[in-house]
Structures are given as C-alpha cells and as structure tokens.
C-alpha cells in the first residue's frame, strides 16, 4: 500500500510502504550473487524521504517504483544518465539499495550501468558505488559503504542509471528499496535518534 501526495514543486512524498523483502526468492546480493536472508537489523528508509526523477513517461513516474509491485514501472524519458533523487528530512544511515530489475520483460530498457551517490544536495554528491549487471532478473542488492569502510550518513541519495543493456535509451525500474539499521537515524544537537 502506498500513500503519495503531489507538493506544489511537484515531488511526491510517499507516506507508507507495506513490503517484506525477506519473503521474496529472488532477492540476491549483487556482489555475490548468493540469495539474501532476512536480517532484523534493517529498516526500508524511502518512506522517510522525498523522490524526485530526472523525467518520466506520462503515467509511469516516482509513484510507479514505490508501489510494492513488480508489474509497474518507471519509464524516463530522456537524455542519459537518469537519476532518482533520494532527499530525506535529516540525516540517515543507509547500508543498501535494492531494485527490482526485469530483463526478460524490459530488455532494452534494464539498466546495466548504476552508480550511487551520496551528499547533503545535489550540489556536493560523491560517488559511493558503481556496479554493472548482466541481464539481471529479480531483486538486485547494492551493499554500501563509505571509503573507508564506516557508515553512510546522508540526507541526499541518487541512484544514476548511466547505461541500459543493449545501448538502450530510456530505462525501467520496477520497484527501489533503500536500507538502513533500525536505528538508521542520526540524532542532531538537541535531537533524540527517534
């Protein structure tokens, strides 16, 4: 179940997300290409964050890749690379991005080329990690970790698709998850985590 409201600048705020990742099959590790058990240390953070999309075909936008269901997607509709622009309210740790990518539905139109970056804005991203996939089917997992080793403390995520298989155009992404420990919040001066 998703909730979405359209904000004045046009972004949407998603409000809730009903999804175990740990009931689906074919949820695997990127790196390692094993299937994915159930950790009870993580939280799904998107809820927690305003989603903006560098473009989108009418009636296929941000709302598409936060619904819980994998038939739907979003399609952009431009020049490369396309960006989902992750943005939340305070600082949060993340630990993993996973998506949902189809190659036998969407060919030429999956990804095989992602980096993602982390900042406080657009304006100061880092690349944390860029990975390449063969024809993937399924749940992609994309652990994270600051250089270094340490935690990613952001306020600002993007995921940048930079090529489709097959020198596709524009791509299809079917759902995105972004992970953090259960106590992914960073506490401020004169804030509790929670």
């Known amino acids: 179940l ?29 790196e390692t290409r094993t299937p994915m058990r159930a950790r009870p240390d993580k939280q799904e953070l998107g809820n927690l964050a305003v989603w903006t999309l560098s473009s989108a075909k009418v009636g296929f936008g941000v709302q598409m890749i936060r619904d819980s269901n994998v038939s739907t997607y979003w399609q952009s509709d431009g020049s490369q690379p396309h960006l989902i622009n992750i943005q939340f309210r305070q600082k949060v740790v993340v630990d993993e991005v996973c998506l949902y990518l189809d ?15 982390s900042g406080t804005s657009t304006h100061d991203l880092h690349d944390i990690k860029t990975v390449e996939f063969t024809e993937p089917m399924g749940w992609v997992s994309i652990p994270l970790t600051a250089p270094g080793g340490g935690d990613i403390k952001t306020h600002f995520l993007q995921i940048a698709i930079i090529s489709n298989h097959q020198n596709g155009r524009d791509t299809h992404i079917r759902q995105v998850q972004i992970y953090g420990p259960m106590r992914a919040l960073t506490a401020g001066p004169g804030m509790s985590a929670f």
């Open 103 to 117: 190659f036998k539905a969407d060919e030429s139109y999956t990804p095989n080329k992602i980096s993602v970056r």
């Open 2 to 30: 998703v909730w979405s409201i359209m904000s004045a600048e046009g972004m949407f705020r998603l409000m809730e997300v009903v999804h175990d990742p740990s009931e689906d099959p074919k949820l695997f590790d990127v």
